[in-house]
């Protein structure tokens, strides 16, 4: 290694002091989740989710694709995993899969391993795709800390505990991110497909890229939905579209919602609102306020992509960054691990922004701040609130930094933008 890249790595880790506090929530979190673990013990809180996606999968295979969205057929099968609840755990919340077909797959295979087995394999593959994003974006420059943090950051953490899927759809956008620097479109556009297992998620990101015109990366995208639709279409048949499309109305209100939505510890506007008194915002008022202010935030896209789409554009990245915070805000149904899928585009920020100096600072309050809370009072619900405040900021500050940098920082690698420019022309002559 050069001298100057052993100066550039020394001088972008984090302090020892930052470092010492990831160390430290690291540990608090570990026991919190030992904590939780003797009182209440696996698949009450600890895997909760997982324990759902392994029940459908035992419902398909036990009853075929035509019971994937049968609530009843489901809370039968997730009563067995109560044999892992602790003397504190509360009632049975089974809860549905409203996803396409497709998300079940590693579930299928993971469910072989048994329930502890097969939560504890989800919860390593999970830690392998952060890894992954972690050393592809560069964050290996910032030695152990690097790997630490996408750990230590709240949503992520939370997405562990409960054995959620916000991950693997981060690393969609990781992967649609690679492609996008690499001049492959069409490719980009169908990793970005993966965010329609949670369909929701991915409306903003459309809405750009049709604002745009990006018709390849929209092609490889499609390709993606009609694969998806259709493989759902086909293995539930219409009785299960009728079940699904059933599932969606009951989560559609707004308090008044099956338990397992459980939409106060939301970290969008929905979320915010319902922390208000309910005589002041009643469901109609609810529903019509979310509505309009989703349309509010909707608008800052405007500003966000008003130099246009450059990927050439060192600021680029941030300018994902900004969309996937309004797709967080904006988004109806958003518990707090969704905003797992602002990883990949906050990595790709630090990594070749020019003002990524204060986009650090950003990044490493988000990291840090709702964490603390958590840590320190054991309650979601806070540590939601303190998340949706800092995207609140972050949004704000992204708009604030000028477009032009007064004294923009060197480039990581100075020579990243000409190879990803003879990528992509070897990539048209092949």
């Not at 994937?68 to 109560?82: H, M, N």
């Not at 391993?113 to 394999?121: E, T």
């Not at 981060?170 to 649609?176: I, S, T």
């Not at 789409?309 to 988004?331: G, I, Q, Y």
């Amino acid at each position: 290694m050069s001298s100057q890249s052993t100066l550039e790595n020394a001088t972008n880790r984090p302090s020892s002091v930052i470092f010492a506090g990831m160390v430290l929530l690291f540990l608090v979190l570990i026991g919190r989740v030992v904590e939780t673990y003797e009182a209440r013990g696996l698949f009450d809180f600890i895997g909760e989710d997982y324990a759902i996606y392994a029940s459908t999968a035992r419902v398909v295979r036990a009853q075929g694709w035509g019971r994937f969205y049968d609530l009843e057929a489901i809370g039968r099968e997730t009563q067995s995993f109560t044999a892992h609840y602790g003397a504190l755990a509360g009632p049975l919340r089974p809860g549905p899969s409203p996803y396409p077909v497709v998300f079940l797959v590693p579930f299928l295979i993971l469910d072989h391993l048994g329930d502890v087995g097969g939560f504890l394999g989800w919860t390593a593959l999970s830690l392998g795709l952060l890894a992954i994003m972690a050393r592809g974006f560069g964050s290996s420059r910032w030695g152990v800390a690097g790997y630490l943090a996408p750990v230590v950051y709240f949503p992520a953490a939370y997405n562990l505990i409960v054995g959620q899927l916000a991950i693997v759809m981060a690393f969609g956008l990781y992967r649609a991110i690679k492609d996008l620097r690499s001049g492959r479109e069409l490719a980009a556009g169908m990793w970005l497909g993966m965010l329609l297992i949670k369909p929701q998620f991915a409306l903003v990101p459309l809405m750009v890229l049709l604002g745009l015109g990006r018709l390849r990366i929209l092609a490889g995208f499609m390709v993606v939905s009609v694969a998806m639709a259709g493989s759902t279409l086909f293995l539930v048949g219409s009785r299960g579209v009728s079940q699904c499309l059933a599932i969606l109305r009951s989560f559609s209100g707004f308090r008044e919602t099956p338990a397992v939505v459980d939409p106060w510890d939301m970290i969008n506007i929905r979320g915010i609102l319902l922390g208000l008194p309910e005589r002041l915002v009643g469901e109609g008022v609810g529903a019509l306020l979310t509505g309009s202010l989703s349309l509010a935030v909707l608008s800052s896209l405007f500003w966000i992509w008003r130099t246009g789409w450059d990927v050439e554009d060192p600021r680029f990245e941030r300018k994902l960054f900004a969309t996937m915070l309004v797709a967080m805000l904006t988004a109806y149904h958003n518990h707090v691990h969704g905003a797992s899928m602002l990883i990949p585009v906050a990595l790709a920020s630090l990594e070749r922004d020019p003002e990524r100096d204060r986009f650090t600072a950003l990044a490493t309050a988000g990291v840090l701040i709702p964490t603390a809370v958590v840590a320190a009072t054991g309650v979601v619900k806070l540590g939601a609130w303190s998340l949706v405040a800092l995207m609140a900021w972050s949004l704000a500050a992204n708009r604030s930094l000028g477009s032009h940098a007064r004294n923009p920082a060197p480039a990581i690698n100075p020579t990243h933008a000409e190879s990803r420019r003879n990528q992509r022309e070897d990539n048209t002559q092949n």
